[in-house]
Structures are given as C-alpha cells and as structure tokens.
C-alpha cells in the first residue's frame, strides 16, 4: 500500500489539530484543578465541624459513657458480692 503526499500531509495536518485540542483540554483541567482545594475546603467546613469546637463535646461524651460504665461495673460488683 502507498500513501500520497496528500494524504501524508492531510494526517500531519489532523494529528497537529488534534494535539492542539488536546493541549485546550489540558490547560482547561489545569485551570479546574487549581480551584479544586478551595472547593474541597469549603464543603468540608459546611459538612464537618472543627476540632476546636467538638472538644467539649467530646469531652462530655466521654464522662457520660464512662459514668455508664462505672454503673454497670457497681451494678455487676454488687450482684456478686451479696
């Protein structure tokens, strides 16, 4: 099979249009990706809340499970000692 010149020139020609739609694509990427890490951190402060202000939270989480605790393991230490 022979290719013409044409022909030869016609590829050259589609591949160099190609690779230019191909560089659009990237530079536009480029340009979402750089707005990614805004984004992420504002969704992430709409559905998470802070460190600062979940430690009183936790720590009264914390009292109340382990007066919980404290109850069941009076509750189990009386139950054998009668």
């Known amino acids: ?3 013409s010149k044409e022909e030869c020139q016609s590829n ?3 591949m160099s ?3 230019d739609e191909l560089k659009d694509k990237i530079q536009r990427l480029e340009v979402n990706l750089v ?5 992420i951190i504002d969704e992430m402060d709409d ?3 802070s460190k600062d202000s979940f430690f009183p939270i936790q ?5 109340l499970v382990g007066a919980v605790l404290i ?4 509750g189990v230490m ?4 009668k």
């Open 1 to 3: 099979m022979t290719v």
């Open 59 to 63: 720590k009264l989480v914390y009292g």
């Open 35 to 39: 707005g990614l890490p805004k984004k």
């Open 12 to 14: 050259i020609k589609t």
């Open 47 to 49: 559905k998470y809340v």
């Open 17 to 19: 249009e190609k690779i």
């Open 78 to 81: 009386a139950l054998i000692m």
């Open 71 to 74: 109850a069941v393991i009076g």
